[in-house]
């Protein structure tokens, strides 16, 4: 059965609390970090970074100090920040990314980071 957007919140109004995700940090307290990754340096694993200055005036980020972080799965099509990235193999620790992009097709996008070789697409056509 269709539930429309309007009545979906109203049978449900536990999910409209859940919308901004923005402003809460990802629990992956329960998931372990799997083998081959380590926490993200940029987000300290909370998966959420502060606004800049210039961020904090648009009218979409009314009432927000923070957002997905774009080192750890924030820049993907998901738009989920997991707290870890992959290990980059000169320091060990968890990789701030340094991507590269190519155009593989007319909308579709691949993004790889050279140091660690962590990708990622993009399809922005419909």
Avoid at 8 to 21: F, G, S
Avoid at 23 to 44: F, L, Q, V
Wanted: charged share 25%; aromatic share 10%.
């Amino acid at each position: 059965m269709y539930v429309g957007k309007i009545d979906h919140y109203i049978l449900r109004p536990h999910l409209k609390e859940n919308m901004n995700t923005q402003t809460k940090p990802y629990d992956s307290s329960w998931y372990p970090i799997p083998k081959g990754y380590a926490k993200c340096p940029c987000c300290d694993g909370t998966g959420l970074v502060e606004l800049t200055e210039k961020e904090k005036v648009y009218s979409w980020n009314k009432d927000k100090t923070h957002k997905q972080c774009s080192n750890c799965g924030g820049q993907t099509m998901s738009g989920r920040a997991l707290g870890y990235s992959k290990i980059d193999p000169n320091t060990g620790l968890g990789c701030e990314h340094t991507v590269i992009g190519r155009n593989a097709g007319r909308c579709y996008h691949i993004y790889t980071c050279t140091k660690c070789g962590y990708s990622y697409d993009i399809d922005s056509g419909d």
